[in-house]
């Protein structure tokens, strides 16, 4: 047994349903009866002849932890948690519409 059978395209849309459901290639592996690495191989596979494919539930979930980061507010300079680098202003001055521009006026 090469533990790397035949997939049908049945199985396919099965294993893309599975991976955006979130669920990790370990359940996915459990749930289709395969071995984990028969799955890996096929996401991979799946990958390269331009089918999208969910990115896995644990590097998702890291991503989540990362997304707050404390940011100096571009306006009023105070520390406040942003989401992203994209989020300069605190919630107060966005709500205000102050330009960080105003500052050197
Ligand atoms: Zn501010």
């Given amino acids: 047994m090469s533990g ?3 997939w049908s395209p049945a199985e396919d849309a099965e294993l893309l349903e599975l991976r955006r459901k979130q669920l ?3 359940q996915i592996a459990k749930l289709m009866d395969r071995s984990y690495e028969s799955c890996k ?6 990958r390269k002849s331009g089918v999208v494919v969910a ?11 990362h997304t707050t ?3 100096k507010c571009l306006c009023c300079g105070r ?5 992203g680098p994209h989020n300069r ?13 105003a500052l050197y006026a």
């Fill in 89 to 101: 202003l605190c919630t107060g001055c966005r709500s205000k519409s102050c330009s960080p521009y």
């Fill in 4 to 6: 790397y059978a035949y």
């Fill in 79 to 83: 520390l406040f948690p942003s989401e």
């Fill in 55 to 65: 990115p896995d539930a644990n590097h998702r979930k890291a991503k989540l932890r």
């Fill in 41 to 46: 191989a096929r996401v991979a596979e799946l």
């Fill in 24 to 26: 990790t290639l370990a």
């Fill in 69 to 71: 980061t404390q940011r």
